[in-house]
């Protein structure tokens, strides 16, 4: 089961891997996002990136540049993050309701060149932005913005440039995308992701491990900001050929019955806590769930009764696993027809785990200590924050706060944190 080695070539953008080449390969016509008010192709999505990534090189984004972005689920946040990468530049999803005094944090510590607001957030943006020293220019996004706003629209920029757009030839190593990690209650630290770690987790977890497929519809809980979303309900199916379930409310359980009912879903991106809220709907036994191939679940304890119910109720796998931004999504997972309830899998292939003590000395099975990892997806660092990067990212390994044991068959069970990192 093991995949061969993911090696791009060194001139290497996944705006690419994950969307040009699907049209390249014939599969243009295909639906790429599933909307409740309609579809769009992967060249529709593909003509969208480019005049985005158009529009915000004639507004003077450039290579490297970092840019946040604060946008709902659906069409403009997918264009934006690949006319982002196309053109070279970083991109940092954020949450795009987080209150101005979190996103005034957020600025002074990432310093954006550029911020693309849902304009229903704009307000709470601008209040942000006064609060820091080196504001970002803002361009809005989708309808909701004041007439009188000083800002320019995305959209409106992007009628007038060409659908055509070059990719800019980044490096494999480049920085593609920032992801947050944090402890429990510690400091969110930027995780700085190049382009080779989005495309190798693709390899080795969702195609290798998960076997997605051009057949394959996604629909997730999280929100697309969350790398576990990025991950399972873009760029997975993206790179098969698949297609995704977009959606910008947030999500209830009635919501995403609804969203199952409608789209027919065969991969459902969960979290435990939706899990809970699932099965206590009280029409939960009514609700027909049969076009799932299985449903994941992180971010979060998955207890064994609760996996069980959701068995009983829905006759679903539910697939728990652990990931970090720092490794970027998933590296250990329970997978289809292995599942060992109350552990979180064993790692995927393509990665390599260990468990080890306090001086680095690897445990023996059944002993808990922390776990070491290491495989292709590994990120570059902490952005300004050296000492936590060099306890952190050791050689080819990244050690972090999480406390597991494994048992002889090399299922992993979680046990808590020692730290704050």
């Known amino acids: 089961m093991a995949p061969p080695r993911f090696e791009p070539p060194e001139r290497f953008n996944i705006a690419d891997y994950f969307l040009d080449a699907r049209v390249r390969e014939g599969l243009g016509e295909r639906v790429a996002l599933r909307l409740d008010g309609g579809e769009l192709t992967y060249a529709e999505v593909q003509r969208l990136a480019n005049r985005y990534g158009n529009a915000l090189g004639g507004a003077g984004l450039r290579r490297e540049q970092r840019v946040f972005l604060l946008l709902s689920d659906g069409p403009e946040f997918v264009a934006s993050l690949f006319g982002i990468l196309k053109i070279g530049a970083v991109a940092i999803m954020v949450n795009p309701a987080q209150k101005p005094e979190k996103l005034a944090t957020l600025l002074d510590y990432c310093e954006p060149a550029c911020a693309l607001v849902d304009a229903r957030h704009l307000e709470a943006f601008e209040a942000a932005c006064s609060r820091t020293e080196l504001p970002p220019s803002i361009l809005t996004v989708g309808a909701g913005a004041a007439s009188s706003s000083r800002h320019r629209s995305l959209e409106a920029l992007a009628e007038h440039v060409s659908d055509e757009l070059p990719n800019v030839a980044t490096h494999r190593y480049d920085p593609a995308i920032w992801l947050f990690s944090g402890g429990t209650t510690g ?198 924050n050296l000492p936590k990067t060099a306890e952190a990212f050791r050689g080819e390994w990244f050690v972090g706060g999480d406390l597991v044991s494994r048992d002889a068959d090399g299922y992993v069970t979680y046990s808590g944190r020692s730290d704050d990192t």
């Not at 977009?246 to 969960?270: G, M, Q, S």
């Not at 720092?326 to 309830?341: D, Q, T």
């Open 187 to 384: 400091k969110p630290k930027a995780v700085v992701q190049t382009h080779q770690s989005f495309a190798n987790t693709t390899e080795c977890y969702a195609r290798t491990a998960l076997g997605f497929g051009p057949d394959d519809v996604t629909l997730s809980v999280p929100k697309l900001f969350f790398g576990y979303a990025t991950g399972s309900n873009l760029l997975f199916p993206f790179a098969v050929g698949g297609s995704a379930v977009l959606f910008p409310e947030h999500p209830t359980a009635e919501i995403i019955f609804d969203k199952i009912r409608r789209h027919r879903p065969t991969i459902l991106v969960n979290v435990p806590t939706m899990v809970h809220k699932m099965l206590d709907h009280p029409e939960a036994a009514a609700q027909d769930l049969s076009c799932l191939r299985f449903a994941t679940s992180a971010g979060e304890a998955l207890s064994v009764p609760l996996y069980r119910r959701w068995k009983e109720t829905f006759d679903v796998e539910l697939l728990d696993g652990l990931g970090t931004a720092e490794m970027w999504h998933i590296f250990i997972s329970n997978l289809p027809g292995a599942v060992r309830p109350g552990t979180l899998g064993r790692a995927v292939p393509g990665f390599e785990i260990k468990v080890c003590d306090d001086a680095g000395r690897e445990l023996q099975a059944g002993e808990v200590g922390r776990l070491w990892v290491r495989g292709d997806s590994r990120a570059l660092g902490y952005w300004r």
